[in-house]
Nanobody, 123 residues
Framework: QVQLAESGGGLVQAGGSLRLSCVVS????????MAWFRRTPGKGREFVAA????????FVTDSVKERFTISGDSSKNTVYLRMDSLQPEDTAIYYC????????????????WGQGTQVTVSS
């Protein structure tokens, strides 16, 4: 059973940075794509970034691509989301997601989910 565990969230001032981590356990070798989504009050889960584990191909949504970077460390079964120049509108619960399928941007493309980590950006 694949399990995902996020960490690294917290409270940061506008303009600051955070790095979120997602550790995969219990079946990481079967996974093909890892992704980050976020959810704000009143909204559904919004795609942020994803990467293909086999070749490192990645995609970051336009609204944050100048500030966010997704990366991975296969030796640690960990995927990261580096977030720079954070703004109050980035405040959300950030979720790690995984699938055995190819890269997608819909939450319905992903079978496995972490519990989420809260990111709060103060102005």
């Amino acid at each position: 059973q694949v399990q995902l565990a996020e960490s690294g969230g917290g409270l940061v001032q506008a303009g600051g940075s955070l790095r979120l981590s997602c550790v995969v356990s219990g079946g990481a070798l079967r996974l093909n794509t890892m992704a980050w989504f976020r959810r704000t009050p009143g909204k559904g889960r919004e795609f942020v970034a994803a990467m293909t584990l086999s070749d490192g191909d990645s995609f970051v949504t336009d609204s944050v691509k100048e500030r966010f970077t997704i990366s991975g460390d296969s030796s640690k079964n960990t995927v990261y989301l580096r977030m720079d120049s954070l703004q109050p509108e980035d405040t959300a619960i950030y979720y790690c997601a995984a699938t055995t399928r190819s890269l997608g941007t819909s939450q319905y493309d992903y079978r496995y989910w972490g519990q989420g980590t809260q990111v709060t950006v103060s102005s």
